[in-house]
């Protein structure tokens, strides 16, 4: 044989070997299949917060063209909405979607990721404080002292909240006292430091509560949540702008086992999933909240009434009373508190200073004194 014929016959035998290489990888691959996993939200499915659960799901899935798939189911389907966290960290769920101060049960600080004035951010302002001021670091070391095996992802910062529902409008404070009330979180002791008898309830629970007269009156969220889960039926008053949930965001969560086994790509696409569906969250709100706050007035016969800036003032007072004797009792709370206390200082300021107010342009357009606008 001439060393040509030799070389030939060499070259050839790799490629074949190369070749059946090559052949077999895909084989191996599709062996594995998806990665599935079993989620839960901790809200009921007519609730538009169930929706955004689903949203988020859909995105990572299609993402990563299948190769996770996240299967989302309401709360109670498989544990309490209260009882998430710790179903997420045992495992018995591989993930869920809620917010942070529905754990407030097993360490009061976690509140302070939106149960509160946030020191006077919006949502979407303490977000950057998570991201970029500490706050993520804080919430994996607060996660740590209570041995929850989870990996958690705040996502979707909310609009300022109402005061809630009422069977007369809300004049002055004394008119929470004793009132039977509906909250969550830090809210619970404002709430309580300002008169009324507290009930922490999940979402799925209030108006059923309300109509059977275990409660006077309850706040849960938004135009949209609270029309479709029947809060007009039991009442036509509705208080807007509050204090007690002026920075709230969502919380994507993980069993902490679950989520690093996962390959290093699919754990990017996730982180940055979360930030995609946090986006289009604040869209899909603008425009479902503003169609179900026309609806409620024109079809519902609700009255919306602004909180008195008495009933406002008074939150801010409790609020910094129960902060304090909070961080007395917990240092990871004052830690927390004080992170939030420096960021917020500097970016409300930046804030106010540079920002306009867009009241002016309102009542320019679509005030009373209003022009017809010429287009």
Known sequence: ??????????????????????VAAPAIVKAQGPISMRWQSTWPSKDIFHEFALDFAKKINDMTGGDLKIEVLPAGAVVPAFGLLEAVSKGTLDGGHGVLVYHYGKQTALALWGSGPGYAMDANMLMAWHKYGGGKELLEKLYASIGANVVSFPYGPMPTQPLGWFKKPVAKVEDLQGLKFRTVGISIDVFQGMGAAVNALPGGEIVSAMDRGLLDAAEFNNASSDRLLGFADVSKICMLQSYHQNAEQFEIMFNKDKYNALPEKLRAIIANGVEAASQDMQWKAIDRYSKDYVELQ??????????????????????????AKKSAENALFKEIAQSQVAFAKRATQWEQDTVVNRRMAFDHYFGPQAKPIRL
């Open 1 to 22: 044989m001439s060393k040509g014929e030799e070389s030939r016959r060499k070259f050839l035998k790799g490629a074949a070997v190369a070749t059946a290489a090559t």
């Open 298 to 323: 024109t079809k519902d016969k609700v009255r919306f009434y602004k909180t008195p800036d008495a009933v406002l003032k008074r939150q801010l007072e409790v609020y910094d009373d129960v902060v």
